[in-house]
């Protein structure tokens, strides 16, 4: 499954929550909501990968900053500005 963010290559991880997780070589490890993976299909949206990319390496940040670095960051919004129209 390619990257849903930059399109390359990418690992799709198996979880069992309701989000689609993948490990890409450029993006590195996220998740997308289940939500959020089917409008976009639905209305054939695109990440922004500059935004995204700098989104998760915020989150990436936080998480860090918590302790909680296990977590990968979860994109489950589209109106932070990462979903392109
Ligand atoms: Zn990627």
Do not use: Y
């Not at 977590?71 to 589209?78: C, F």
């Amino acid at each position: 499954m390619n990257c849903l963010i930059c399109n390359t290559e990418a690992q799709r991880i198996k979880t069992m929550g309701d989000w689609v997780e993948q490990d890409c070589p450029a993006c590195g490890r996220f998740r997308v909501s289940g939500a959020l993976f089917a409008d976009m299909k639905t209305n054939r949206q695109a990440f922004n990968v500059e935004k995204a990319r700098s989104w998760l390496d915020k989150q990436r940040a936080e998480n860090r900053a918590e302790n909680q670095d296990d977590h990968s960051p979860l994109i489950d919004s589209p109106d932070s500005g990462l979903v392109l129209d």
